[in-house]
């Protein structure tokens, strides 16, 4: 229990603090929508040992505010419960397990190592490497990868494929189409592939700025 632990410790010291108490169960489901996106991941998590084994995606788009980050990191623990992580009987702590980054993040350290095609490779190995690796938001909506981002992305999606390592993914894009306009035709279809996609359509939790309680004065 000790070592899957750490492995969402190791998740939460990444993607922040937040993230911690997210599950299933603590999902405000006020829709048909949300019921059924939920309903739709409680059925792949069903065989979740058989995809993550496979390599198969997770992709969650739809609106900013509308809860895909807290669904992802409940796909997460229920893998993690589901036993998708084995603990090596000489590791005390997990190693490179699950790696997570926005685009901000993967892309200052891709650039960081320019010049350097060693550099450039051990960026790469970190994503390329890790049993799991989760991307946020690599791509703003209304925004395009240049051809460096969406060649250094597709080359990480693409070692991993072959090597059925699963990558999980969310996006504010609206759906196919734009993800494609996002990111480029060739990395969304690696994206995509036999990936479990959940469309989160639905209004965002965040209150609108006119509803904070703003003062007439």
Known sequence: MKYYNA?????LSQRGKRYR?????????????HLDAVEKIKNWLADVQKHFDAGRGVILFGPAGTGKDHLITAVLVEAIKSGCFPCPEYEATPKNEVVWANGPTLFSEMRDA????????????????????????????GNKLTDHQRQTFYSILDKRYSR?????????????????????????????G?????????????KPLNELGQSDD
């Open 21 to 33: 108490d997210c599950r299933l169960a603590n999902f405000k489901k006020l829709t048909k929508a």
């Open 7 to 11: 492995i969402f410790d190791s998740y």
């Open 164 to 192: 059925c390592k699963p990558t999980w993914f969310s996006t504010n894009a609206a759906n196919r189409g734009e993800l494609s306009e996002m990111l480029g035709g060739d990395v969304a279809d690696r994206l995509l």
């Open 194 to 206: 036999d990936s479990l996609v959940v469309p989160c359509v639905w209004e965002s939790y965040r």
């Open 114 to 141: 320019i010049g350097s095609d060693e550099r450039e490779a051990d960026a790469k190995a970190k994503y390329v490497g890790a049993r799991l690796a989760m991307f946020s938001d690599i791509c703003q909506s």
